[in-house]
């Protein structure tokens, strides 16, 4: 095995991530080959390779006659990728309720009340966006089904961190963010799973509401 080979692929993909999360490439922006090759020095196999990591991982589209582009996300989509991430996520959530620590429970106040204190000189949500993840992934940590762990993840990053991330900084003001997740974590405190679903769900489903306005106001 190619293990240079494969590294390469792997740093390619992670350098179009940024380039689609700074802006630089866009929904609906073509990616090619050569350009890629050409601009960081590498041969097409591992550019190959990370477009199909990409692809694979729903960042990128390929097209008769148009070839691969970054992918644009419709109203519905956004909608039905949240819809599939809170189902995800309040399921993983509910299966490994019982695992929680006490010591659980206070890292996870504790990474709530970074958010508050972000939350008070933030410009917008992306400030926050580390400490969301952290969070989310935080509520998950107990659940040992990597793979619903990874695609409720998944779905919801592609479209909050890359694909839809101008809209998605819109949304909501920093201290509303805070506050939204503030509910999410004094809901899972209570263990009470019919409430924390409904939280989790209602959550996503506002965040998906919110944007869908936003794309139609552009």
């Known amino acids: ?113 970074k958010m508050e204190k972000k939350s008070k000189e933030a410009v917008d949500i992306t400030e926050l966006s580390e400490l969301d993840e952290l969070l989310h992934n935080m509520l998950l940590s107990h659940c040992t089904n990597d793979q619903l762990v990874e695609n409720a993840r998944r779905f919801s990053s592609n479209i909050s961190k890359y694909l839809c991330r101008e809209y998605w900084k819109k949304t909501f003001d920093p201290q509303c963010f805070y506050a939204r997740h503030k509910l999410i974590v004094d809901t899972f405190f209570t263990k009470d799973s019919e409430k924390i679903k409904k939280v989790i769900l209602a959550h996503y489903y506002e965040i998906a509401v919110a944007m869908s306005k936003l794309i139609e106001e552009k």
């Open 1 to 113: 095995m190619d293990f240079k080979k494969q590294t390469y692929a792997i740093q390619v993909s992670q350098f179009i991530r940024k380039m689609i999360q700074e802006g630089e490439l866009k929904p609906g922006d073509p990616v090619k080959e050569n350009d890629l090759a050409s601009f960081l020095n590498i041969s097409r196999a591992p550019i190959r390779e990370a477009l199909q990591i990409l692809t694979q991982d729903g960042l990128i589209v390929s097209e008769p006659q148009k070839g691969k582009t970054i992918r644009v996300l419709s109203p519905k989509e956004i909608a039905d990728g949240y819809t599939l991430t809170a189902i995800l996520e309040s399921e993983g959530i509910l299966m490994s309720l019982s695992e929680w620590t006490e010591e659980d429970n206070k890292d996870l106040l504790n990474v709530l009340r």
